[in-house]
Nanobody, 129 residues
């Protein structure tokens, strides 16, 4: 299995910054994955925020480009979401999730017999005016 433990989050004023962390613990041979950040606000559908792929390449939703940064720690077991220039619209529950690699550089994913979709427990981000 893959276990994801989230930390960080909390409250910030508009224009401020917060950093989320997602620590990944592996007990599976299916250890290559993308890690994606999602968020969901009350009454709204869950939306994609950003991703770091199996090769360490980040990508972002248009709504957060230039403000949010997805990165890996040196040991590649923790993924961070650095959120700058926060807006009230960023208020949501934030989740990290491992997923099957999306890179088109590979043909072997998803591997039959591997389960990729594991979720962190979520952490609340609240941005006030």
């Amino acid at each position: 299995q893959i276990r994801l433990m989230q930390s960080g989050g909390g409250s910030a004023q508009a224009g401020g910054s917060l950093t989320l962390a997602c620590a990944v613990s592996l007990s599976t041979g299916c250890g290559r994955y993308d890690l994606t950040w999602y968020r969901q606000a009350p009454g709204k559908e869950r939306e994609f925020v950003g991703r770091i792929d199996v090769d360490g390449r980040p990508s972002y939703a248009d709504s957060v480009k230039g403000r949010f940064t997805v990165s890996q720690g040196n040991g590649k077991t923790t993924v961070y979401l650095q959120m700058n220039s926060l807006k009230p619209e960023d208020t949501a529950m934030y989740y990290c999730k491992t997923e099957a690699p999306t890179s088109q550089d590979y043909e072997e994913f998803p591997i039959v017999g591997c389960e990729y979709d594991y979720w962190g427990q979520g952490t609340q981000v609240t941005v006030s005016t």
